[in-house]
């Protein structure tokens, strides 16, 4: 993928569920609803697509959304691998598909019931039992505990609180922040439920330094996503949210959840993601007025503000500081709740939210946005986006 691809595509549409605890629904169901809902929002029908996008995880194959929905011919399908870290990449792939003519209309979707179904939280032998080598990976590290995502994380924040002296405080800031705008939120599931600092230290111990409140939720949904040419975005009912750069990255002796054994155990793939969505969209962290950060744990928030250039490595607690990311602040981050306060969707409802910055529909729309940048799945192969007005 080359800087040519910058500004050929756009996301035209978005559609969501509902977001809860109990859908009542199959995941298939989920998905077509969002996808009618996303198709609606553009102006399109089932019949206009020609392409589909999903994660690898997704239980919806691509043959049976389109006989729900009634599509026609594909001409392209793609999955991507890494759980929450495909989230800004299948965007990619939908824009490369477009931009080079592979396809005119690819949907990006996922839709689970991972509150009611299976819950990523808890503790699983699936992970360990996988006849791939990421099952080899898991099958050495969940003998010393580390079989759950937030066990595997807190690794990683004590390693950040003793290598830079910041405290569970700083990483309490990021929740307050996200259920803040989730408060004003009527998508959110913490919708009118604020919090504060001292609720999030008293929220019990998940593992040790992670409180419940630096965990995200465990939601049932979906999301979809249309993806067009530019020219085709600029004839629809919305104004189109431009994808100015679109990467994926991985960094050396990169694991899936436990890189433990390199120089840097933070997130510097969100580095390898970052660099190239500056060199693509000739951006900087600068030209950045508001930011979705993927938030399924807070400490990585905080490392993901360093690895893309908006503070120096173990600045971020400063940076947050004094309201800094929420509205008002010098870089607003996921103003819709992120996935502690809106919904855990795969980060996903993180992209809809910057689609809806650079439309200027937001509930809590930051002014004269330009620019938002949005992160997939961290401590993982990860992706990218810059989406533009």
């Known amino acids: 993928m080359t800087a040519a691809l910058s500004g050929r595509a756009a996301i035209a549409g978005i559609g969501a569920t509902e977001f809860s605890k109990e859908s009542g629904r199959s995941e298939l169901q989920l998905s077509v609803e969002a996808i009618r809902a996303a198709l609606a929002d553009c102006g399109l029908a089932p019949s206009d697509v020609d392409g589909l996008t999903t994660f690898t995880m997704d239980t919806s194959s691509e043959v049976a959304v389109a006989r729900e929905l009634g599509m026609g011919e594909l001409r392209f399908f793609s999955r991507i691998s890494y759980g929450g870290g495909a989230a800004c990449g299948i965007v990619q792939q939908a824009a490369m598909a477009v931009a080079t003519g592979v396809a005119d209309v690819v949907v990006c979707y996922r839709g689970f019931n991972e509150r009611s179904g299976q819950r990523f939280g808890r503790a699983s032998v699936w992970a360990n039992e996988q006849v791939n080598t990421n099952g080899l990976d898991n099958a050495w590290s969940y003998p010393h505990g580390l079989t759950t995502p937030a066990a595997m994380v807190a690794m990683q924040a004590q ?85 100015a750069a679109a990467a994926q990255g991985s960094a050396p002796e990169q694991f899936v959840m436990t890189s433990y054994y390199r120089g840097d155990i933070g997130v510097p793939e969100m580095g390898v993601v970052g660099r190239e969505l500056w060199r693509q969209s000739g951006l900087g962290p600068e030209d950045i007025q508001t930011a979705v ?83 997939a799945g961290t401590g993982v192969p990860t992706s990218g986006l810059v989406l533009s007005a």
């Open 293 to 375: 950060l993927y938030d399924h744990f807070t400490p990585y928030v905080l490392m993901q503000l360093e690895e893309l250039g908006f503070c120096g490595r173990g600045e971020a607690p400063g940076f947050i500081a004094d309201g800094a990311i929420e509205i008002g602040g010098r870089l607003p981050i996921n103003t819709h709740g992120g996935q502690l306060g809106e919904a855990y969707i795969h980060g996903m409802n993180g992209i809809a939210e910057a689609v809806r910055q650079v439309r200027r529909t937001s509930v809590n729309q930051v002014d004269d946005v330009a620019h938002v940048l949005v992160t």
């Open 159 to 243: 390693r950040y609180l003793h290598d830079h002296g910041a405290t569970s405080e700083d990483f309490g800031r990021v929740a307050v922040a996200d259920r803040r705008h989730a408060a004003t939120n009527p998508q959110a599931f913490f919708y009118g439920k604020p919090i504060t600092l001292e609720d999030h230290q008293a929220s019990r111990m998940i593992v040790d330094p992670l409180h419940l409140l630096d965990c995200c939720q465990e939601s049932d949904g979906a999301v979809a996503l249309v993806v067009v040419s530019a020219e085709r975005a600029r004839d629809l009912p919305h104004p189109p949210a431009f994808v």
